[in-house]
């Protein structure tokens, strides 16, 4: 070989090598710091004990911390724009409920983002099933007790939420306007505050995300009435649905879902989703997820997106038939 040759064929391996280099690099290269879970909810909320759950697992798979940032307030609207305006390099998370994502969009003019246009869908989490509850001592031992109670002392019964478009506000607005009746609303700063707060006799009632109030049941100071799926539930079989207790085919459940700021490279989004899904497919986080009252699931992105097109509609219909405002 002469030396001319020698140089071109160094030049050459040289030149792959540096291609490969860079190629493993970033493959391998995401994530290669703590990652930050913003959750626009209460500590102690559904989304929140789910989202506790899958990080944790999702943490030790890859090595690294992930950090949960509860920004509640003006019902997830401060949280979620703080995932819009995050830098899209995959190192913040969003974990929304779908109160967030496809009821406020329908109640509020003058959010700050666009839930379809800031925000990158990367998969389903879990759906979020609910249930009625009052505190231990109150006289409302069925749904059908709440409806005629509230038929003969119109707009006298107060019930909590989690403030004013959350999941608890439309449950009930759902279930009064199903059911014709009228009742007094509550909003708290969170649906973890409306459960104490009814814990405390502050209010009569509130629908509320199994997860949230699973331990407030467990020790006594609530009383789980009626869930509202269309079937019973396995770790609850004595307690009936909603529909079978008072108001013949009410179903209501909320969901869980993870986000990323829009601009997130494609590759990123591949690499959480496939954590995402790895940790749902854990025996224990599944465990963990439906003894709190949640049911795994897990999507595609674009299967995500779909979801979001289809609620927003919906939402957009029912708040409509319904008159739900927040003002």
Known sequence: MSRRQFLIHSLASYSALTT??????????????????IVPLAAGSAVDNAARIVMQKISTNIGLGIAIENQAGASGIIGADKVAKSAPDGYVWGGFNDSIMTMLP??????????????????LVATVEWGLVVEQDSPIKTAADLIALAKKNPGKINYGSGGNGSPQHMAMALFASQSGIKLTHVPYKGATQAAVGLAGKEVDVC?????????????GKLRLIAVSTPKRMPQFADVPTVSESGLVGFEFNSWFAMMAP??????????ILKEVLKALSDENVKEQLIAQGLTPRGSTSEELASLLTAQLNKYEKLIHQAGISID
């Open 20 to 37: 490969l280099s860079k190629s493993a690099w970033a493959q391998t290269a995401y994530p290669n710091k703590p990652i930050k879970l």
């Open 106 to 123: 329908n109640l509020q003019s003058h959010i700050p983002w666009d839930i379809q246009k800031d925000f990158e869908p990367i998969s």
């Open 207 to 219: 629908f509320q995300g199994i997860a949230t109030v699973n331990s407030l049941v467990k020790s």
């Open 262 to 271: 829009a601009g997130t490279p494609k590759p990123i989004v591949q690499r």
